[in-house]
């Protein structure tokens, strides 16, 4: 098992920032390729970012290249996300998730790869 716990989460104008993090625990976090994604009320889960489990690759969204970055530190079994530039559309509860790293990377943004989902936290963009 592996428990993951999101925080970072806030009320923000837009064009603000803020920086999600996302702490791990129970298993070896660097046997887990990660990923963030988001909800926003009466829409469906979408993708934001993945990385994989040496922090070599990174995906992203195409809503949110550019703006958004993901990152992880191994040593302290925590992601990232570093949120630029926000948008109202950015508005969403975003889920930390983790991906066993015997997954193809190529399964970056299927959401039903990911084993193991935080509780998540808010992020709302005020216009």
């Known amino acids: 098992q592996v428990q993951l716990v999101e925080s970072g989460g806030g009320l923000v104008q837009a064009g603000g920032s803020l920086r999600l993090s996302c702490a791990a625990s129970g298993r070896t976090f660097s046997n887990y390729a990660m990923g963030w994604f988001r909800q926003a009320p009466g829409l469906e889960r979408e993708f934001v970012a993945a990385?994989?489990?040496?922090?070599?690759?990174?995906y992203y969204a195409d809503s949110v290249k550019g703006r958004f970055t993901i990152s992880r530190d191994n040593a302290k079994n925590t992601v990232y996300l570093q949120m630029n530039s926000l948008i109202p559309e950015d508005t969403a509860v975003y889920y930390c998730?983790?991906?066993?790293?015997?997954?193809?990377?190529?399964?970056?943004?299927?959401?039903?790869?990911?084993?193991?989902w935080g509780q998540g936290t808010q992020v709302t963009v005020s216009s």
């Open positions: 990385i994989s489990w040496g922090g070599g690759s990174t």
């Open positions: 998730a983790a991906r066993d790293k015997a997954y193809s990377n190529s399964y970056y943004s299927h959401g039903s790869a990911y084993a193991y």
